[in-house]
């Protein structure tokens, strides 16, 4: 159960990502992306524990000190172009755009995985293997990737050209409430 909760809490900001994802993909490659970035995420929520899992020693404190602004910098970063690339495309009046990119989705898989990382460390502790742990978590990612892409897309046609905005907002709002449970709550 414990492996569950936190599969849970870790794939939470996979689906925000991903639902960011799906408001800008085209209506005629959702189920495309929604397995592209299914995949990416879920793979890294799965891969990234290892690593955390492999410094759990004293790099795993210092990592923690700062993983929260790394994901910030990235998931700001990447809201910022989203919404700049949306106000050009509302100006113009075209309909979402879709940013899934490779380079880009490789940064966003990275940045809602630090947190997984940083979990590594607890991996030992909860009685599983190491590899029913990830697997775990690759599943939930995946899962809950998948399900964010395709009520963003659903959303994304509900919103019209002003999505590629509302994705990056979302993004920025998931990089703000990152920084802030970590600074401020202990997250």
Not at 109 to 120: C, E, H, K, Q, Y
Not at 157 to 175: C, E, K, N, S, T
């Amino acid at each position: 159960m414990p492996l569950l909760l936190l599969a849970l809490a870790l794939s939470m900001d996979v689906f925000a990502v991903a639902l960011s994802r799906g408001v800008t993909a085209n209506s005629g490659s959702t189920i495309r992306t929604a397995l592209v970035v299914g995949l990416a995420l879920g793979a890294a929520q799965g891969l990234m524990p290892v690593l955390g899992w492999g410094l759990s020693t004293a790099v795993t404190t210092l990592f923690r000190d700062i993983d929260h602004w790394i994901a910030f910098v990235l998931l700001f970063a990447i809201g910022l172009h989203m919404l700049k690339e949306g106000y050009g495309r509302d100006r113009k009046h075209d309909g979402p755009g879709e940013s899934n990119g490779g380079a880009s989705l490789l940064v966003l898989a990275l940045a809602t995985s630090i947190d997984a990382a940083a979990a590594g460390a607890t991996l030992a502790g909860l009685q599983q293997s190491v590899a029913v742990a990830c697997a775990t978590l690759a599943a939930a990612g995946f899962l809950f990737a998948v399900g964010g892409v395709v009520l963003g897309r659903a959303a994304g046609d509900a919103i019209g050209p002003r999505a590629q905005m509302v994705g990056g907002l979302v993004l920025i709002a998931l990089a703000l409430k990152i920084v802030i449970e970590h600074e401020f709550f202990g997250g």
